[in-house]
């Protein structure tokens, strides 16, 4: 049974300033209504200014995405009631919208190139917020902090086959905006997506509301398992709008509430068409994550995975082009496979990683002077350092203070004999041709290392030791 | 030359909503001159209710930038004036704070909306006011009450800070004794503001000038037709005559466009107020929602007590006119007609220089005689045309029948708001003279 995902996604561009107005977007942590004004407040006789460069981010989305950009688009007003929304209609566009007809390849199930395709993409402004406040006495606070903050609505054709597709869909699709520099996937709220799923020949639902990249993929994997489940039952899908509970995993039928809105659009009298044939030719495109990839395939000789990772997210991306000249196969290794996985464990972010300090730590890798073993250590002293807002320690000081450095010479030596002294037994096992004796000798000179050897080198200095010392 | 004007006028018409006692005033072109300001005008610390009691109690945080103008220019704002709840009429009988009588004969209205500001200039309580003309009105109430009105050019004066009736077709205007008064005041307030996007920075600085000799006048049939009290016609020809005199000729035009004008104007205005008079819900000003109640069921009570019944009546209009299944059927049929008539003033302009008929095709009415919407809508048949055109249009005093005020409306084509003023100074000079 095939599934058909479609989605419409709302971004927050990063604008310095709200869409129709100077009020500044960055209210993290302020105080509720302090980035107000007349017009985000929708005060009587207030009029909308539209923010150029809110413009010029969506015309860069829209270029990247590959679509086509109408010579006139044009705004218009979404009238409803809801205490969030200030003058009782949001500006939006409805059938002249900014760009349409795009692309963007990722890769299907089996690992293949697809292209998904984009329907449209279109500027809007956010509402205020709804504070529920309960207990004894309930009632409801608005905060327009948030009142006029430019979206940029994203809607794809119904091209994705799994939850999983559409979980890379949105990476990729964050990595093209984080290329752009006009999204920052770190803010609250920064990404929302309503979700269109239904199974081949079956009614389509329509999930509300999800908030995160996770859980896009959750409520696309519960909604796939409840209507196959309904299905498999003999009933039917309703042909609903449902609402996703991040907390419980779980979509809800929404049924009843707003189905039948009737938003009366019509073109916004207060702002003229928009005309953007201009601005389309200036907008200049950075390297993108796709091209980049090849990029690094190419230019670093590193694997498809490997170049795959590293462009996802250009912070990432920036820090591997810093650390390669280091040595770019061990670099990548390194930065997707080791430091990736440490960052995540600790919920950091690379933009905390000193790129010099991590260059030493190649270095040190590079020369042999500490083991892949001790290396994973080092780095871990180093991001707890830096996660305890700590500076963060030379690698090289890390291990001497903690006597990491790769077992060598006479010290080396005396250990390897301490051990064959110790074992006699297994010594004469490998002599009498039990091969896995030698693994178990070679076991107990790591742990007496504490993991300062090379494991493959160990296996035959330890054989050599033994011919050595043949009686 | 800076002080407090102390301003308690014998307002014996009801011409003001609110009066400021003690109106600072300062330097400039205006210095010291008393200037009332229609009630949907933002004035940053004086009640603005729009004529209506779902504003009542509203202060508005900020200047309208035409207020910033005039308070730069020196002027005392000395007061609110009184106007058709949201401008919602032709009469100043749809306030929430009682009608305003003539002050030619106070048993009839002043006109509308901005009646106010005309019977406030034309009682002699100020020199000059502020209106906004929608589809009239400015140049109603001017003709009715005998003083001179000028809706400017769509896009011509800053619509920050009034409280949008109908966005695209209303403009802020000035309304004087004297056309010289009425330059002067345009000249203050048409100045470019980047915060209104449908302007154009197009600054209005001219002094009056008489000479006419050679204007071509376009005479529209349809203004001088049926629904046209005749001897008003009569008084209108007769001031065109006086142009004539002066050096001016005549030239038949017509505007086919106008049989559907009224139909057009209103699915548009009503469209645009229904979503303009939405934002009125009682949780950030005016008379508070009762917060016990859930907030749809607040609203629907609040809106229903404290709006009028025309404002009711337009607000249902407009949503009807929108709605899927019937926004093909209205509002874009509306759009149609309103570029017919922009095109037919095009074309005729291709032809004049500034087109002239009556203001309005009655003298004013008694206060109350307007019982049914539908009559008092046709009364705006020869003034919503060049709101729906965009066009600049002025109303000047000519003449009077039974008694009463005639207006002469001189219409221009856009961005000439410079010739119609001049048109109607030359009338003005020749017969004061």
Redesign the interface.
Known sequence: MKTIIGLEIHVQLSTATKLFCGCSTDYRDDEPNTHCCPICLGLPGALPRLNRKAVEYGLSVAKALNMKVPEVSEFARKNYFYPDLPKAYQITQYDKPLAVEGTVEIEDDEGHEKIVRITRVHLEEDPGRLVHVTGSSKYSLVDYNRSGIPLLEIVTEPDLRSPQEARRFLNKLRAILEYLGVFDGDREGALRVDANISLEGSERVEVKNISSYKGVEKALTFEVTRQKNLLRRGQKVVRETRHFMEGRGITTSARGKEEEYDYRYFPEPDLQPLRVADWMEKIKLPELPTARKNRFMEQYGISLNHARTLTGDPKLADFYEHVAPVDPILSATWVADILLGELNYRDMSISAVPPERFMELLALLRSGTITDKAGVQVLREMLNACAAGKPCEAPATIVKRENLAKAAGDEFTAIVQAVLAANPQAVSDYRAGKKGALNFLVGQVMKETRGRADPRELGRIVAECIDKSEV | MTGILDYSPDDRYNAFITTCREAPYGDGVLGGVAVAIKDN??TAGIQ?T?GSRI?EG?I???D?YVVELIRKAGAAIVGKTNMDEFGMGSTTETSAFGPTKNPVDPTRVPGGSSGGSAAAVAAGLVPMALGTDTGGSIRCPAAFCGIVGLKPTYGRVS??????Y???LEQIGPMARTVEDVSRLMSVIARYD?????MLDRPYDHKPSADVKGLRIGIPKEYFGEGVDPRIADTVRDAIGVLEGLGAETVPVSIPGMQHALAAYYVICT??A??NL????G???GPAVD?RKT??EA?QDLRGKLFGAEVRRRIMLG?FA???GY?GRY?AKAQIARRNIRDDFERAFREVDVIAGPTMPTVAFRLGEKTDPLSMYLSDILTVPANLAGIPAISVPCGKVDGLPVGLQIMGRQFEDERVVDTAYAYEQEVRA
């Open positions: 005008i933002s603005t729009c504003l509203y508005p945080p900020y309208a619509r920050y800070g009034l409280i949008a109908a966005n695209s980047p915060r209104d996007s449908t469209s645009e229904s979503s939405a934002r009125f819900d949780v950030r000003y917060t907030w749809h609203y949503t929108l709605s899927a926004a509002y």
